[in-house]
């Protein structure tokens, strides 16, 4: 199969970075405050490294098993992270490579994340991914009791940190609906702050459809891929 041509990714982070800054300027907020993972999920590692190339650090990928198979043939200055489902099979390998996990859930899966991180001395960075859109099709804490109660066993448990909230929004909600998904979440966050005093700074949501409307919302990580990337293939490519 002949190498894919990635020379393109470097003018799709331009443009990617340039609305970034549009909107965060548009909401009154610092450009600084907002940070872009690079989904690089489907694509090669040359796709990861074309990115890095063009001074992109922080990259994003929804399967443990792509994760490692990337990290293992990428610079090391990259920062991991998980955005997709983690299994409980699979915390060991995430919690090895990952900086962050976006995508915590459940008191179960938040324990073992911090036995599997004592163990290694690392406090493991965590997302507690909400799913405040109500698909069933999602994964995600579904109510605002649940939240605080996931919140308060964290307290108890030495290799997690909880540094925020994350939630994917439904592919064809409209404006309107985008916009209460992700002003519910900063609103959530801001009700943790106001209850508990955790500060909860970071809040994942956003992607390349809908990243500038998160920006505007709040949205401290915004997760872009096709922007970026290209159009998916059906299926991953093959590793070399």
Do not use: Y
């Not at 610092?30 to 990861?48: E, M, N, W």
């Not at 699979?90 to 324990?111: N, R, T, Y």
Request: net charge neutral; with cysteine; hydrophobic share 45%.
């Amino acid at each position: 199969m002949p190498a894919m041509d990635f020379s393109h990714v470097k003018a799709n982070l331009e443009e990617v970075n340039l609305r970034i800054s549009h909107a965060a300027r548009k909401a009154g907020r610092t450009v600084s405050d907002i940070r872009l993972a690079a989904v690089s999920k489907t694509f090669p590692p040359d796709a990861v490294l074309a990115a890095h190339a063009a001074g992109q650090r922080l990259f994003a990928e929804n399967k443990v098993q792509e994760l490692a198979e990337k990290s293992a043939v990428s610079p090391n200055d990259i920062e991991w992270h998980l955005i997709g489902h983690l299994q409980s099979n699979k915390a060991a390998k995430a919690v090895s490579i990952c900086a962050l996990v976006h995508s915590a859930d459940s008191e179960s899966l938040l324990a073992r994340i911090s036995r599997i991180a004592s163990e290694t001395g690392k406090v493991q960075r965590v997302l507690l991914e909400m799913n405040v859109s109500g698909e069933e099709s999602k994964f995600g804490i579904g109510s605002e009791d649940g939240l605080f109660r996931i919140l308060d066993a964290s307290i108890q448990l030495k290799g997690v940190q909880v540094e925020g909230l994350m939630t994917m929004a439904p592919f064809a909600a409209c404006e309107s609906e985008l916009r209460r998904i992700f002003s519910s979440l900063r609103i959530l966050r801001d009700k943790i702050r106001e209850k508990t005093g955790v500060q909860l700074k970071e809040l994942s949501m956003g992607m390349s459809g809908d990243f500038e409307i998160a920006i505007e919302e709040g949205a401290s990580i915004v997760r872009i891929g096709s922007l970026i990337f290209g159009k998916r293939a059906a299926k991953p490519q093959t590793m070399p």
